[in-house]
């Protein structure tokens, strides 16, 4: 069977471009599941390496026979999506199954639980036809349509899940169930598959937010960016003049900078939204009730300037004091 290599999503790090993706309506989200990507191609598996014995693609259908031969039935259906212990499997749980020998693989499965297929995308149909360059939208609507009428209800073949606005709502729950991220796709988006020991990576396409960091930070609110003064087009990033935003029509606070402790000195490591409107209100009206109150937040990362990335306000900690919260580097301790 000729090679087809899956393509992947650039990883999106810069807070002002995962703000613009979040609010997109051009962008879809999926939980980014922690596994082991296979394309199944009429029923056949393979990995997205390449062996360095025959220098072809790897192919794992005897691993998942509880899978492949299911598919296999379906005839010539190609599907994407990813190997995993489901729900909340790490990739070590997968990863040690499906890089064991044949027998060993089958001996872990019958023994710890059988591996799930979680399929995203749908790349041809028995026909012979491509759909690999139609919109991510149209091949989303076929594959609902296919895994509707002959998969659902399969025991180890899950359909991923699509989140279409509440994309922020999508991170809070991948914050609660420790999983590694989400993936924000584009709606029109093509899947263009990599060479060969090659990576595609295209544009505006396919992008990814890696999980958070791997515990909460306490901070102390030090201030408060004004608000925006004119909507923005999430899809467009065009500010339109004759439609002000509801925070500043409601002379409301923008974002909540936060701050740490570095060697005695409270430093600026970002700000937070995300609070309810009952809150910001509050905030408001009545500032100096929160400057220097400790707050919880979660990440997704941090930069080495010590800002954080995509904080996300979780509560107050009024069982903290301020110069508790501090932010040490390594090198200080030096």
Known sequence: MKEFYPMNAQECKKQDKRDFLLDS????????????????????????????????????TEWIPHITRDLMKLGG???????????????????????????????????????????FDL?????????????????????????????????????????????????????????????????????????????????NNWYKIKAELDHPEECVIIGFKPPEMYYTDPATGKQDKARFTKFYANNWIGGVRIGQYRNGKLVDVGSFSGITDELRKDMSENPNKYLYRVVSIKAFDREPTGRFISPVFKGFRDDKRPEECTWVVEEDSK
Do not use: C
């Open 25 to 60: 309506p051009e962008y879809v989200g999926e939980i980014k599941w922690n596994g082991y990507r296979q394309l199944l191609r009429e029923g056949h598996a393979f990995s997205r390496s390449r062996s360095v014995v025959t220098q072809q693609q790897v192919s794992k």
């Open 77 to 119: 259906w190609w599907f994407d999506g990813e190997l995993l212990k489901y729900p909340d499997g790490k990739a070590k749980d997968v990863t040690s199954i499906m890089q064991s020998k044949l027998e060993t693989a089958l001996e872990k499965q019958e023994k710890n639980g059988k591996l799930t297929y979680v399929i």
């Open 123 to 203: 790349l041809r149909s028995p026909d012979g036809t491509m759909l690999n360059m139609q919109p991510w939208y149209v091949r989303r609507a076929l594959l609902e349509r296919v895994y509707n009428e002959y998969l659902a209800g399969h025991p180890y073949i899950k359909l991923s899940e699509v989140v279409y606005s509440d994309k922020r709502g999508l991170l809070e729950k991948v914050f609660e169930m420790g999983l590694e991220g989400i993936m924000l796709k584009n709606r029109n988006g093509l899947w263009i598959p990599s060479p060969a020991g090659g990576d595609s990576r295209p544009a």
